[in-house]
């Protein structure tokens, strides 16, 4: 018995500092998310902090179970919250009862729609077209969108429901802060901003900002209350958790009147699928070049979707991956997913333990936090890169601008498309030079890229007697271009060259014509794994 | 042939990915069924109520529908839901404005109702939005009630448009109608 | 720079900040109260209209209309210095919601212009009287979207909205309507004072919280009020030309003569936008109800069912500035069009002349 007791000891003893280290790893993760889960839900999303929550507790929990990835950290995440906010707005009334329902048939939609893109693969490889200026832009888009749709949560002042959401009514939202903003809320505000934006300044103190802001705010708002009174301050606060427990069971809607409602949601639940894939795609791409390592992204789209359409009858908002939260993870050391079950077992404690201190947390100090997430995500180190190539600035601001100015759903349409259209445009025009008699063609040869070919073929042959194309830098010709090449062939005038060696090539060994272009020391020589199906004897 | 060494390894790991892939699946399908059987355990066996959107039905709401007359408003519809959601505010403060209460049931003051009848409400809302001389300045009838949510009913201030201020707004109405009052009625006058 | 300093100074720049916005918010809610306080320089119709209802400071409130109307009195509660401003300021905004009549357009109207497309649109325009429209002999007309009768029937189900509207966020409807893409925040004063000046005129009418008044709203004419021969955009042309082109102008742009409106604009930038009721396509029935009941001017209840609806499909073809719910697209096609229509139509279409008003034409329905 003792052997057994001492054995168990020894292996306990044995994984205490990896456990050890887990647990703490799983506090300081759990530290962080909790107020950003309270403050999505309750700014941002529209429904009562408990949605938040348990989207960090379950939501985090299902995708630790789903997906083997070792730094996927799953949760809450902004703009999937701002996105339910904006498509409920015209629904329904925040925090209300139906307000919640919709929100809950708006999270299954998107997880089914998420299911639909892991079942069709030609989806989820689309998902891959869609590039990493594409996403950055919008992550750009919405970050300032979040600042501005906090402006009147920070002022204490109700939201315009029912109003639609263009960008530049944030400039009157603005005024209206100025002017019949409540004063005490601006003050709780200002206070957790800039103790936030202080804290971030000094590296030891970054994790730890959005906290000592909302206990700064807190204790602000404590003080008035204690002098001015919660009644004449009116400042809104998280309130009362007592009431919910470790698991709260919910329906979605799904009435036969609430059909025309959930029917005029459906784009917004396509915006927020996609918006999740593309979030959870691009994190675990970006994590997977900085870290090493490589985790399918199908299998993460799988745990998204799978428990996308769980947590809906869990009271909880969907969740995706949080590329800041991951990146945490993986400077606090712990690559593993017990860490981040531990996390969300850690979150469950503390809002038990503490439920009421969360109560007593000021929204004003809630829309600051959401205003510093904001500001953070329009980090200059990630926009630059993107402004250096011509390509990606347009794609960039692109989606930049049409998350800004359109309709959410409009613009992740459009920005997909936009990515996609771009591609195929670049593709479409291949780095044609004509030096002497010799037109290169670096890049495709097909339908698309055959008009702007064709025209300088043409204008070439038509000055010259003989013309040299020289084909080494040409990766693609589909059978139109076969087709061109022919009649150029039969037309008589034009010969062609690849430089390219190969012994894998047959036909006849001398590429090189009459023209004595022979083979340059140093041109690039491509060794193909496949036959060369370009046969000579086909032109 | 003798087999080679590295066509001997290759096939082994070839074997050796396919029954890790077959245990992946396993894994993955007894994953999400542990979860889907969590979610029906939650509902159905765990003993939590199911949190539903509609809004349920208290004793003594068919008898302040019959007293106060609210068919004239239609028997069902989204006004008639939101003054039941309101009559449940009012009279069971704690239990359907949980966020923006610490009371609870066993309170001596645990409901509006516990206050006021519904006819001061209704009294209440056609004399708002006038000067208060206590607060000092106009106070509208959504801005009391926040203020009994954050004072006297010892809890939190709840947004000017959340159906639980905008419901008991709406109760108010319904009472007024029935009691046919006009804007600024004085109690006992004409 | 160090970086110590360099975090010094981002701090000291942060904290400057914070404290510059702090400071203009607490100058600007001091100015607002500051309006607030102040006696309101009352335009003359308001000032008529309300001491007809004898808006006077006291314990009580007695009307003299319903005494006039009734024999009785009815004895409400009183107004206070600070609600007979709120009520003043709310009827100057309905009156004259462009500050025409005001020195300071952003002082006493609350700004209300910036929130307004053009500078025509005034709320009277439409709820005439003020919003409490009546005859030589007191009585309130049918349709004549009398604010007092929209608060007693307020806060129902909208279905264009597809929500409980509160009375609050339906005046929110009508600046999104003629809005230039703001809306006034819904605790704005704006739209506090107009509540404050329409619950005014509910207690001097004593309207019954919940009753259905006549005056509320339009009394709309539907398709079947009609003799049904098609609602026609040529004779809706046709009789614009006759009857309202004099005030409202050849383009519907409205007219402005010696720095006074005379009439406001019915189409281009001026106008309410597609998203607004009046919009046939939108809503067949209200504009229509709002011609027969209340154009022309001084010639009201004249024209036939099938002429207002005729003109109302006219006017809605013109061109007008895109709601929000159009979206960009369509907004940049409506700004294109109503730059591009009015004179390419002067130069193409030369002017018709005058035909002589009918006399003798047959009046069906």
Request: proline share 5%; hydrophobic share 45%.
């Amino acid at each position: 018995m003792k052997a057994r007791a001492l054995k168990y000891q020894a292996i306990l003893w044995q994984h205490w500092p990896r456990l050890n280290g887990d647990l703490v790893v799983g506090l300081t993760l759990a530290l962080v998310t909790i107020p950003q889960a309270v403050a999505f839900s309750v700014t941002l999303a529209g429904v009562p902090p408990h949605f938040g929550i348990y989207a960090a507790i379950w939501g985090v929990l299902f995708c630790a179970l789903l997906n083997p990835s070792r730094v996927f950290h799953g949760g809450p995440n902004n703009s999937m919250s701002a996105a339910i906010g904006v498509i409920l707005l015209p629904i329904a009334p925040p925090f209300g009862a139906e307000y919640m329902g919709y929100a809950l048939t708006l999270g299954l939609m998107a997880g089914l729609i998420q299911l639909m893109f892991y079942a069709v693969r030609p989806l989820g490889r689309m998902l891959d077209l869609i590039s990493e200026p594409v996403i950055n832009g919008f992550i750009c888009g919405i970050g300032l969108f979040l600042i501005f749709k906090s402006l009147t949560t920070f002022g204490g002042l109700p939201l315009n429901t029912e109003v639609e959401w263009p960008l530049w009514i944030a400039w009157h939202s603005f005024l209206a802060l100025t002017e019949i903003g409540n004063m005490y809320a601006i003050e709780i505000g200002l206070i957790t901003l800039v103790t936030c934006v202080i804290a971030q300044q000094f590296e030891r103190l970054r994790n730890w900002a959005i906290l000592l802001g909302i206990a700064a705010g807190t204790l602000y708002s404590q003080i008035l209350t204690a002098t001015v009174g919660l009644e004449n301050t009116g400042v809104e606060q998280i309130g009362n958790l007592a009431s919910i427990g470790f698991i709260t069971p919910s329906l979605p809607i799904f009435r036969q009147e609430a059909m025309p409602d959930i029917i005029a949601i459906v784009p917004g639940a396509v915006t927020l699928a996609l918006l999740g894939l593309f979030q959870t795609v691009a994190a675990m791409r970006r994590m997977s070049r900085k870290v090493g390592g490589f985790t399918d992204s199908r299998r993460a789209i799988f745990s998204d979707a799978v428990s996308n359409c769980v947590l809906p009858f869990l009271s909880s908002l969907p969740t995706c991956a949080s590329f800041n939260r991951m990146w945490l993870v993986h400077r606090l050391g712990i690559h593993s997913r017990i860490a981040i079950a531990i996390s969300a077992l850690w979150v469950m404690v503390l809002v038990l333990f503490f439920a009421g201190v969360i109560a007593i947390i000021p929204m004003p100090a809630m829309a600051a936090v959401i205003i510093l997430l904001g500001i953070n995500m329009l980090k200059w180190e990630d926009i630059k890169p993107h402004l250096k190539n011509r390509r990606e600035a347009v794609v960039f601001i692109g989606s930049f601008l049409s998350v800004l100015f359109l309709d959410l759903f409009e613009a992740v349409i459009l920005g997909s498309i936009v990515a996609i259209a771009y591609a195929k445009w670049e593709q479409a025009h291949p780095n044609i030079s004509l030096q002497g008699n010799v037109l290169k063609i670096r890049g495709n040869i097909y339908y698309g890229s055959l008009p702007v070919v064709e025209s300088m073929y043409h204008g070439a042959i038509a000055s010259r007697d003989k013309l040299v194309i020289d084909l080494s830098e040409c990766y693609y010709i589909d059978h139109e271009g076969i087709r061109w090449l022919a009649a150029a062939k039969r037309a008589g005038k034009a010969t062609f060259i690849d430089r390219r060696s190969g012994s894998d090539r047959r036909g006849v060994a001398d590429a090189d014509t009459a023209d004595g272009s022979s083979r340059e020391p140093g041109a690039v020589v491509h060794r193909r794994s496949k036959p060369d199906r370009r046969r000579r004897s086909d032109f | 042939m003798v087999p080679s060494p590295t066509t001997d390894s290759n096939a082994r790991r070839e074997r050796r990915r396919e029954r890790r892939s077959r245990m992946r699946l396993k894994n993955v399908s007894l994953a999400v069924l542990s979860i889907v059987a969590f979610v029906l355990w939650v509902h159905l066996g765990s003993g939590v109520t199911v949190f539903r959107s509609d809004v349920p039905a208290e004793p003594g709401w068919e008898r302040f529908r019959a007293d106060y007359k609210l068919a004239y408003f239609g028997d069902d519809g989204q006004f008639v839901r939101a003054v039941q959601n309101g009559y449940n505010l009012v009279f069971h403060t704690y239990k359907y404005a949980p966020r923006f209460t610490r009371k609870v049931a066993g309170d001596q003051v645990s409901a509006c109702s516990s206050c006021h009848t519904a006819e001061d409400l209704a009294y209440a809302f056609v004399n708002s939005d006038r000067y208060d001389r206590k607060v000092g300045r106009r106070v509208s009838f959504e801005e009391r009630v926040q203020r009994c949510y954050a004072g006297p009913m010892d809890g939190f201030v709840p947004t000017i448009y959340d159906p639980a201020v905008r419901d008991i707004r709406l109760l108010a109405r319904a009472v007024a109608r029935h009691l046919q009052l006009s804007e600024g009625a004085l109690r006992g006058g004409r | 720079m160090q970086p110590r300093t360099r975090t010094l100074v981002k701090i000291g720049v942060l904290v400057l900040a914070a404290g510059g916005f702090y400071l203009l918010a607490a100058h600007k809610h001091a100015q607002r109260e500051e309006v607030r306080q102040t006696a309101v320089s009352v335009t003359p119709a308001c000032v008529e209209k309300l001491s007809r209802y004898a808006l006077e400071r006291g314990e009580y409130y007695r009307s003299p209309y319903v005494v006039q109307r009734t024999g009785t009195v009815s004895t409400r509660r009183g107004y206070g210095d600070e609600d007979i401003r709120a009520i003043q300021r709310g009827c100057n905004i309905m009156d004259d919601t462009q500050g025409r009549q005001a020195t300071d357009v952003s002082r006493e109207r609350w700004n209300a212009t910036r929130f307004i497309r053009g500078n025509h649109a005034a709320c009277s325009h439409c709820h005439q009287g003020i919003g409490d429209k009546q005859d030589a002999k007191g009585n309130r007309l049918k349709g004549s979207l009398s604010i007092g009768a929209s608060w007693v029937m307020a806060d129902m189900y909208d279905r264009f909205t597809g929500l409980l509207l509160p009375f609050e966020l339906r005046q929110m409807q009508c600046y999104i309507n003629s809005s230039n893409g703001y809306k006034p925040n819904i605790a704005d004063d704006v739209i506090r004072d107009v509540t404050a000046y329409s619950r005014f005129l509910s207690a001097a009418l004593d309207l019954k919280i919940g009753n259905h008044y006549d005056e509320q709203g339009i009394d709309e004419i539907a398709a079947s009020d009609t003799l049904k021969q098609g609602d026609d955009y040529v004779r809706g042309e046709a009789l614009y030309k006759h009857k309202c082109m004099s005030c409202h102008g050849r383009q519907a742009f409205g007219l402005e003569a010696n720095g006074r409106l005379v009439a406001p604009a019915l189409a281009g930038p001026n106008a309410w936008n597609m998203q607004s009721r009046n919009y046939f396509y939108y809503v067949s029935t209200i504009l229509p109800g709002f011609i027969c009941r209340n154009m022309p001017l001084g010639q009201e209840n004249t024209l036939t069912n099938q002429e207002c609806r005729d003109i109302a499909y006219y006017i809605s073809n013109l061109p007008r500035p895109a709601g929000d719910r159009q979206g960009p697209i369509v907004a940049l096609k409506q700004q294109f069009l109503m730059t591009v229509m009015p004179p390419l139509l002067r130069l193409t279409s030369p002017d018709d002349a005058e035909k002589p008003a009918h006399g003798t034409r047959e009046r069906v329905q």
